[in-house]
């Protein structure tokens, strides 16, 4: 490797080498500064937990002022600094091994806070030692690797020792959610998404299903378009999707429970007559427009006549001048042309 000297900070000259090493130093001393920071932040949480003289029933216990404590001299919220009280305790008596690399500088803050959120679980103490210990052996080989890999490594180690501590099944379902409607939604449309329970999105997927397959072949929806309307009868509290092939015998034909649960308000003289429109249903792909074909019984519109404009007034016309031109010379033309005979000159008389 090649060195480039230059002029550093307060101009002292600077080898790229001695930059890098002083980079890894200052990364070391770091990390034993973060590590005692958490080990005065676990003395303060023994003193103030610890003696509780009776005020662990107080609506503000012990932690609560080791809290606030911690919050007020490191300027961190009580969110912030209960998580900091969290990890000082549980490197003081839960991973003192990983403690004991963190404190000599070999792995950043950020990792052991990882290490201390993903083995809260493990509830056993000498499956917790064993964990500790393989994980503290570890560390030296993560540099370098992503956070979500570092998680990876850590439940490896702990699927290997403790699979029932392993963080899978609960940090996905505290994701769970739906959501309905987006700013972009294209007009007559809604967005749904979400996360669901394994078991309930099995039940809703079944449902669905069911319903969609209540009506017959004529219904002009498609097997996803008789889902979607089949959670929104569902919403409605209805439990059977009507058919709309249009057929009045047809034994799934029958009321909409989504009628019912939906009022529309509309101004007008005379009750509209309900007509299906054959563009919200059938393949998504085909090209929503409408039949050129008109049919007989549609009305025709016919513009009424516009009424003849009455005739614009215009004033009487001037008399001539009395005064006659008098006649002048005629021009004649000096000489008069021959008419155009045929294409072969005439001869001259004998």
């Known amino acids: 490797m090649f060195e480039h000297p230059g002029i550093g900070a307060g101009g002292v000259l600077v080898h790229d080498v001695g930059v890098v090493d002083l980079m890894i130093h200052f990364a070391r001393v770091e990390n034993q500064s973060a590590a005692g920071r958490l080990t005065a932040i676990a003395d303060l949480a023994m003193l103030r937990v610890d003696d509780q003289q009776g005020r662990q029933w107080w609506a503000c216990d012990g932690w609560?002022?080791?809290?606030?404590?911690?919050?007020?001299?490191?300027?961190?919220?009580?969110?912030?600094?209960?998580g900091q009280l969290s990890i000082a305790v549980a490197l003081r008596f839960r991973l003192p091994r990983v403690a004991a690399v963190f404190a000599d500088g070999g792995v950043s803050a950020r990792t052991v806070g990882t290490i201390c959120w993903r083995t809260r679980l493990v509830e056993d103490p000498n499956t917790l030692a064993v964990i500790d210990a393989a994980l503290a052996g570890a560390l030296c080989e993560w540099a370098g690797l992503s956070r979500k890999k570092i998680e990876k490594k850590i439940d490896g180690w702990v699927q290997k020792f403790d699979p029932a501590a392993v963080l899978k099944v609960?940090?996905?379902?505290?994701?769970?959610?739906?959501?309905?409607?987006?700013?972009d939604d294209e007009t007559g449309i809604a967005s749904i998404w979400g996360a669901l329970l394994a078991t309930d999105a099995e039940l809703l997927d079944r449902v669905l299903t069911e319903m969609a397959r209540q009506v017959c072949e004529n219904d002009p929806r498609t097997f996803g378009q008789?889902?979607?309307?089949?959670?929104?009868?569902?919403?409605?509290?209805?439990?059977?999707?009507?058919?709309q092939c249009?057929?009045?015998d047809c034994p799934a034909a029958g009321p909409d429970a989504r009628a019912a649960a939906v009022m529309i308000h509309v101004l007008t003289d005379g009750l509209p007559v309900p007509v299906a429109d054959p563009l919200l249903h059938g393949d998504p792909a085909a090209p929503a427009t409408p039949a050129?074909?008109?049919?007989?019984?549609?009305?025709?519109?016919?513009?009424?006549?516009?009424?003849a404009s009455e005739p614009a007034f215009s004033p009487a016309?001037?008399?001539?001048?009395?005064?006659?031109?008098?006649?002048?010379p005629v021009a004649t033309p000096a000489h008069t042309p021959a008419p155009a005979t045929d294409s072969q000159p005439a001869e001259a008389p004998a």
Do not use: M
């Open 64 to 82: 609560d002022a080791a809290v606030a404590e911690v919050g007020a001299a490191l300027g961190l919220g009580k969110r912030e600094a209960s």
């Open 170 to 183: 609960r940090s996905a379902a505290r994701r769970r959610g739906v959501g309905v409607g987006k700013p």
């Open 226 to 243: 008789r889902r979607a309307d089949a959670l929104g009868v569902l919403a409605a509290r209805g439990d059977r999707l009507a058919c």
């Open 246 to 248: 249009g057929d009045p």
């Open 292 to 307: 050129s074909t008109r049919s007989a019984s549609e009305p025709v519109f016919t513009p009424e006549p516009v009424p």
């Open 317 to 328: 016309p001037e008399p001539a001048s009395s005064a006659t031109p008098e006649p002048g």
